[in-house]
T-cell receptor, first 112, second 116 residues
Framework: QKEVEQDPGPLSVPEGAIVSLNCTYS??????FMWYRQYSRKGPELLMY????GNKEDGRFTAQVDKSSKYISLFIRDSQPSDSATYLC????????????FGQGTILTVHP | ETGVTQTPRHLVMGMTNKKSLKCEQH?????MYWYKQSAKKPLELMFV???????ENNSVPSRFSPECPNSSHLFLHLHTLQPEDSALYLC???????????????FGPGTRLTVL
């Protein structure tokens, strides 16, 4: 079993839709949960991170963590074509500091 | 230049060639990383350097040889690679990771490597 599971998609939605991206994980020691966005031919860029369980909102983006279920989500409201990218979840914690564990990434396309 | 830069952006090499990838960070960070990104696979951590010292070698074959002369520069020396080594090689940097803290890494654009 992979430490972090992420559906690779691809996911295609119309502009304005609410997008839900998800990851599950198996290591209960993970405490910090990140979402990265990677445009084609670019490196990943950090969108936001969350500590432990709960929600965090930044503009149109909301990150949720449910540690009891080992499940994290990223919601994108009012999605735009410019949101089309690969979204990577990543996490660290416990003794694994300095070592991020990534999901496979979900390819998202928002069409006009 | 700002952020993390990588050169070259694209590289095609034969299996007998020797080449080097370069990474430079302009963020004042002290930790630097090499990752391999292959299609349909998660990012694979290869090497970690903290304050120029290698702290992680993730069972990487010896045909990949990292070098970190200072906290701003990181190299990946390549020799006798195999076609399966073709991938996007990403460099990242961060503040020194702290036990119990988030590990927010900043990535360069990557070098697209093709081994013929």
């Amino acid at each position: 079993q992979k430490e972090v599971e992420q559906d690779p998609g691809p996911l295609s939605v119309p502009e304005g839709a609410i997008v839900s991206l998800n990851c599950t994980y198996s290591n209960s020691a993970f405490q910090y949960f990140m979402w990265y966005r990677q445009y084609s031919r670019k490196g990943p860029e950090l969108l936001m991170y969350t500590y432990s369980s709960g929600n965090k909102e930044d503009g149109r983006f909301t990150a949720q963590v449910d540690k009891s279920s080992k499940y994290i989500s990223l919601f994108i409201r009012d999605s735009q074509p410019s949101d089309s990218a690969t979204y990577l979840c990543a996490m660290n914690g416990g003794t694994s500091y300095g070592k991020l564990t990534f999901g496979q990434g979900t390819i998202l396309t928002v069409h006009p | 230049e700002t952020g993390v830069t990588q050169t070259p952006r694209h590289l095609v090499m034969g299996m007998t060639n020797k080449k080097s990838l370069k990474c430079e960070q302009h963020l004042g960070h002290n930790a630097m990383y090499w990752y391999k990104q292959s299609a349909k696979k998660p990012l694979e951590l290869m090497f970690v350097y903290n304050f120029k010292e290698q702290t992680e070698n993730n069972s990487v074959p010896s045909r990949f040889s990292p070098e970190c002369p200072n906290s701003s520069h990181l190299f990946l020396h390549l020799h006798t690679l195999q076609p399966e080594d073709s991938a996007l090689y990403l460099c990242a940097s961060s503040l020194p990771p702290l036990a119990g803290g988030p590990d927010t890494q900043y990535f360069g654009p990557g070098t697209r490597l093709t081994v013929l």
